[in-house]
């Protein structure tokens, strides 16, 4: 079956970067589009940012100049790497794989102190 595990999540202070990854398994990865949502706490779940298969993306606009989402389907991974933090990009992010149906992973915690 399909799997998603993300990892590279943790605390970093406000201008700081961190690079996400999440490794995919159990499925065609280069056919699937990818994405990564957040949820901050009494929040709903948004999109950060998406990219198809053939490698168009796009972002949620507070994140637009800051984050770049990339893909390598060699290694069937998806990326996320996100520079310039601010506090309010603190929350719990999740790779997602969608072909049809949408996969999710279990989730990593993004903690950006100010």
């Known amino acids: 079956q399909v799997q998603l595990v993300e990892s590279g999540g943790g605390l970093v202070q406000a201008g700081g970067s961190l690079r996400l990854s999440c490794a995919a398994s159990?499925?065609?990865?280069?056919?699937?589009?990818m994405g990564w949502y957040r949820q901050a706490p009494g929040k709903q779940r948004e999109l950060v940012a998406r990219?198809?298969?053939?490698?168009?993306?796009n972002y949620e606009d507070s994140v637009k100049g800051r984050f770049t989402i990339s893909r390598d389907n060699a290694k069937n991974t998806v990326y996320l790497q996100m520079n310039s933090l601010k506090p309010e990009d603190t929350a719990v992010y999740y790779c997602?794989?969608?072909?049809?149906?949408?996969?999710w992973g279990q989730g990593t915690q993004v903690t950006v102190s100010s």
């Open positions: 997602t794989a969608r072909a049809g149906i949408t996969h």
């Open positions: 159990g499925m065609a990865f280069s056919i699937y589009t």
């Open positions: 990219i198809t298969s053939g490698g168009s993306t």
